[in-house]
Nanobody, 121 residues
Framework: QVQLVESGGGLVQAGGSLRLSCAAS????????MGWYRQAPGKQRELVAT???????NYADSVKGRFTISRDNAKNTVYLQMNSLKPEDTAVYYC???????????????WGQGTQVTVSS
């Protein structure tokens, strides 16, 4: 059974940094796009960043220049380096990985359990 395990969240002061990681365990094949999403209190869940299998990245305007998404294909892991954190970055962060349970199966979206990031002013 495929499982995504997130880590790296916590409480930091404004201007600080955190690195989130999300590792997929179990049998997963044909991993394609990986991404990070977040949901703040009272707000809709939004896309933060994505990275394709070829390494192309896309960022929300609110995090450009501050966040960096990367991946380690050998470890089936996606990372989110967050620098110059602001109070408005406070949210639950979720990772998503597109993959297949078997090499010949169609692809599914797998979601992590979420990790809390809190930035104090």
């Amino acid at each position: 059974q495929v499982q995504l395990v997130e880590s790296g969240g916590g409480l930091v002061q404004a201007g600080g940094s955190l690195r989130l990681s999300c590792a997929a365990s179990g049998s997963i094949f044909n991993i394609n796009t990986m991404g990070w999403y977040r949901q703040a209190p009272g707000k809709q869940r939004e896309l933060v960043a994505t990275i394709t299998s070829g390494g192309s990245t896309n960022y929300a305007d609110s995090v450009k220049g501050r966040f960096t998404i990367s991946r380690d294909n050998a470890k089936n892991t996606v990372y989110l380096q967050m620098n110059s954190l602001k109070p408005e970055d406070t949210a639950v962060y979720y990772c998503k990985i597109e993959g297949s349970p078997s090499s010949w199966f169609r692809k599914y979206d797998y979601w992590g359990q979420g990790t809390q990031v809190t930035v104090s002013s």
